[in-house]
């Protein structure tokens, strides 16, 4: 087994290098303990199987992103036998900084002159047998995109791999020589590293590879203080000239440019896309097209996906165990609940789809950092980074995103301070699960309104997201690392089908796989919660009398009829039922006539009998037929009253009830809590809850009229439930990104702790201060916004102290 | 090395389209670094190329390529006309 790492300048075309080689035949994984994606796979070259690692793209080994150090520490612990280094090729001598730096590392190097096309059209003339022969490695031609310089490539790693070191180029330090070949002497000969490697780095005063050589910090600044004393050297600033110096001498020696080359293209389109008056309306349009394409689109597809899904449940449905009259077996009541926990996840499937395709889109184009340059100067007022825009939308900056893939677009953030608070603030936005539980609520208290109040709710979250992160970010974030804003603006380049795909599937994957195992972890303990202790003995027992007396009246009439043998045992009456109500939902189902004498007629066959009673023709049958409507409304009224008893007694029931001295001063009763409680696992439960709440047997009128007419509640009270959903925590879902995304339950815990408070308090305060003042729901709603807005202006305006990256480094 | 000239000018003072050589880098640090890694070295020809639509952060380029950053760090590298 030969391992072989692919590294590389950011922007360098290294994702396509590596899937040109590795094909679909890879792996995705985090590095262990960070957030930063390793991408692995497997090949077969003339005999021979090589491991390919993507490390992150790296400038160089100097500083101290996250990227750099996974990079880094990867090439320390690592038996790395061969290194690949994809090299931009239009863009050869600042590439060429990093690869002097693999090059002292002392292993074989492979040198990759990738996006050759890009080249040529700029007309560089690269005498690849010359750099070859400066470097003194293997250097292969490649146009990744294009799929080729795959076979030059394994043949020269394969070569690579076979033969012993040569002595590559070498930088000469200049007066620095000396000092270096002192801590070559210092360092002992244990490592499988270069020592000059672990010299030099020692000598930049790099922390890990100190640590490693066990030399201290201390002495290390004394000799650069002395050298800097005795020669008038800056230590860092020499490296890297000489570096960019070597890089110069290469370039030239091996790269004939053509003068006076005419404009790119990437300037042409940034004219345009970052003009002063156009890059707002331009970055406008991209986000309204994301949001459009994939939430507006996407949320119709789950339209025609849905009956696929409903087919699904339905087919799980019909195998489990039928009812028995009031009777609903365990198995069924938690088979329902599973499937449905699943489903309303598995629903959003098409959308992440599509959304993930766009990102990686916009990723490849090269849009991405340009969405930063425009937009930083207002984020960072808050403490986000002008890399949160794409988070923020995409969890709902209008009403509908999902925060599972905002949180999980945070990744490429490079300031962490600004990536965390992003991150606890995505879940602020209004995800598409809320939207049902806003228009019941709406529906049933604010009809006349209906328009200004979704208006107040998409856009109040905006000014509370800024608010949060700002708050977060002189707080608890106060001391995070953060990061220079020093990025680069790529070149424009043209993404592949197959590459976006590839990354996209990738992402779905992840998250069915992460998300869906922990979300049906999770609803197996709601389920629980939600069942147990059960309904008292007490309790049962009177409504079983109730339904005794249904089950004896239907008997006694059937058994003056021609019917009454198929009817003379309980047993039959409950079959006669379930396959009452399955007929019903079948005819409900069946739209044209040749599908209502389909389903008639495979009725007919299986239960010739009792079909007569399911379409009745005789007088007879047809007063049987109204007695079994009327059983069947006993039936579906006792189970709701048995399935509200239970989870009113229920251990969630009973920790809602627990909490309503203290939800009560906000407005809400133990059912609103037991929604809230519910909702946690995914948010349509919250409308699912209060639904099997208010339905009462009622069947006929929808929740929203259940809910008006029923006086519990005011309008006072919906906007203080809309306040809190507004800044309820995520669901299980989001806090399992947010956990995958911060690596921490710390924080995960945090992100649910935070709005929690957050919003029962401030529900609290409104609540009292409408009933005091004799609010309405709007005025409430009204005067929280008008609050809200004003606060985040105000935080917006301030000018604190922190300049830039500064405030809270760690070294 | 030459001593670093005293120079008035930091990058982000330049022009649209106006032309500079670096002289000096007063970051230190992290950012230091990381400009050094990005090839903001002394005697590296840089241009502007634009401010963001809201004048801040500014778009230079260097070494044929483009990098963007905030004024509050442009102002930490001084530069010199050609």
Redesign the interface.
Known sequence: MTQVALAGQPNCGKSTIFNMLAGVNQHVANYPGVTVDKKTATLKHGGRTFTLVDLPGT??F????LEERVAKSFLLEENTDVIVNVVDAS?L??NL?LTFQLLELGKPVVLVLNMMDVAERRELEIDVGKLSEMLNIRVVTAVGAKRKGKQELLEAIAAAAREKLVQPFRIDYEELETYIARLERQISSESKLSRRWLAIKALEGDDVVLDRVSIDRASIEDLTAQIHALH??DV???I??LR?AGADLVYHKCVKEKPGQSETL??RV?RIV????L??PILGLVIFLVYQLAIVWGYKLTDHTWPLLAAVRNQIFSLLPDARFIEVPLLTDFGIWMTNSVLALLNYIPIFIILFILIAILEDIGYM?RM???L???F?RYGLH?QSTLPLVLGGAFVGGCAVPGVMATKGIADERARLATILTVPYMNCLAKVPFYTLLLGAFFKPDMALMMFFISTVTLFIAMIVARTLTLTVLRNRET?????????YHLPTLKGVLLRAMQRVWLYIKKVVTIVVAVAVVLFVLLQYPGVAPEKMAQFRAEADTALADFSALAESTAYASHLDEPHKIHTLLNLYESYRTGRLLATSETAVAELDQRYEEKHPQLFPLLRPADPEARQLNRALRNLSNVSRSLQMQIKNEKISNSYLGTFGRALEPLTRHAGFDWRINVAFLSSFAARESAVATLGSIYEQGRTDASPEAVMAQDGTYTPLHAASMILFMILTPPCIATMVVVKLQTGSYRWMLFAIAFPVTLGILLSILLFSLGVHYGWSGLELMRNFYIAVALLALGLGLIKTKQ????VG?T? | MKPPAPCALALSDLKQNERAVIRQCTADGLLKQKLLSMGFIPGAEVRMIRNAPLRDPIEIGIHNYLVTLRRSEAQMIRVQAP
């Open positions: 400038y160089s100097s500083t101290y992103s863009n001598r600042r900084y008038d050297i860092d600033q020499m890297a000239g960019y990437t300037s940034d970052l003009n002063r008056w890059a707002f950092p930063a340059f425009i930083d100067r207002i960072r002008g990061a220079p804003f020093v990025m680069e603006l790529p070149t300049s830039g990256w500064q480094k070294h």
